[in-house]
């Protein structure tokens, strides 16, 4: 369900505020240990870029949850991002 009073949370805010500060690791280490290039890390980090599939598995395997975790808030974000461009139907 999406939020109606506010704008959902891109998953690289969630990545970043939830789970890379608390453990006190960098998006270098990150993507270090995701053997992922940095750039990838960085852009989902900066809402520039979205979480894919094998990007959800590799997060899931780190993180400790589920890939439907961060799958789930891709398209939470992307079903907003859509609606807020749609125009409304006349009826």
Known sequence: ??????????????LLHEFLEPAEM????????LDIPLQR??????GRRGVTAET???LARQFDTT????MNLQASW????????LKPVAV
């Open 56 to 58: 959800a598995l590799l």
């Open 1 to 14: 369900m999406l939020p109606k009073h506010r704008v959902p949370s891109h998953p690289g805010e969630i």
């Open 78 to 85: 992307d079903l907003y991002q859509a609606a807020s461009r």
């Open 26 to 33: 960098s998006q270098v280490e990150l993507a270090r240990k």
């Open 41 to 46: 890390v960085n852009t989902i980090v900066n």
């Open 67 to 70: 890939p439907q975790f961060w």
